[in-house]
Structures are given as structure tokens and as C-alpha cells.
């Protein structure tokens, strides 16, 4: 049985850093793609960030190309996500999600299993 459980998030004010993190468990970590989603109240889940199973591919939203890093730690069944320069338009539910292959697509429905989310809130 596959679990993903994200941590770290929480309130921030504008121009400020938080740092969430995603374990996995039941999946052979090191061999999977992961990737971070997040839906704002009233809004649709959008992709954010994706990394392949080294942490030698990365790919991001436009929305928080500069801003935010994806990253991972295999030994660990861990991938984090840095979010960093935070705007009050980067507040929602934050989702990791497991691929059930090696490399990183962006859309959704290509990810196995997901997390419940963890929710960040970035005040003006």
C-alpha cells in the first residue's frame, strides 16, 4: 500500500520562504517521478513542479519558475519543494503526487497516487 504524506506547510507574509516536504512509502522510491500540485479556493488543481526519479530533471509552472525548487532525497523517500519570493496568489492546498514511472510529465492524471495536502498561506 502506497502512502504520501506532505508536511511543512503553513502562514508566511509576502517576500517570505517555506519549505514543504512529501514522504512516500510503499513505492520504490528511487525509480518514480514526483510532483507538486496545488488548487487555491474555488480554482482547479494546477501543476506546480516535477522532478524526475534522480533529481537530474526539473520542470515548473511559469507562475513559479525563479521563485520556487524542486528537489529530492532518495534515501530518504523524500521530495521537498522550496518555495521561495512567496505572493499572496501562491496561497492554496499543496498536493505531492507519485508517478508510477522515471520521468516527469506535467499533467495529472499521469500521477498514481496522491497525498492530502498541506495548505500555505501567504498574507499582504
Known amino acids: 500500500q502506497v502512502h504520501v504524506v506532505e508536511s511543512g506547510g503553513g502562514s508566511v507574509q509576502t517576500g517570505g520562504s517555506l519549505r514543504v516536504s512529501c514522504a512516500a512509502s510503499?513505492?520504490?522510491?528511487?525509480?518514480?517521478?514526483m510532483g507538486w500540485f496545488r488548487q487555491a479556493p474555488g480554482r482547479e488543481r494546477l501543476f506546480v513542479a516535477a522532478?524526475?526519479?534522480?533529481?537530474?530533471?526539473?520542470d515548473y509552472a511559469d507562475s513559479v519558475k525563479g521563485r520556487f525548487t524542486i528537489s529530492r532525497d532518495n534515501a530518504k523517500n523524500t521530495v521537498y519543494l522550496q518555495m521561495n519570493s512567496l505572493k499572496p496568489e501562491d496561497t492554496a492546498v499543496y498536493y505531492c503526487?507519485?508517478?508510477?514511472?522515471?520521468?516527469?510529465?506535467?499533467?495529472?492524471?499521469?500521477?498514481?497516487?496522491w497525498g492530502q495536502g498541506t495548505q500555505v498561506t501567504v498574507s499582504s
Open positions: 503526487a507519485v508517478r508510477r514511472a522515471a520521468t516527469l510529465v506535467q499533467h495529472q492524471n499521469a500521477y498514481r497516487y
Open positions: 510503499g513505492v520504490t522510491f528511487s525509480t518514480v517521478a
Open positions: 522532478i524526475n526519479w534522480s533529481g537530474s530533471t526539473a
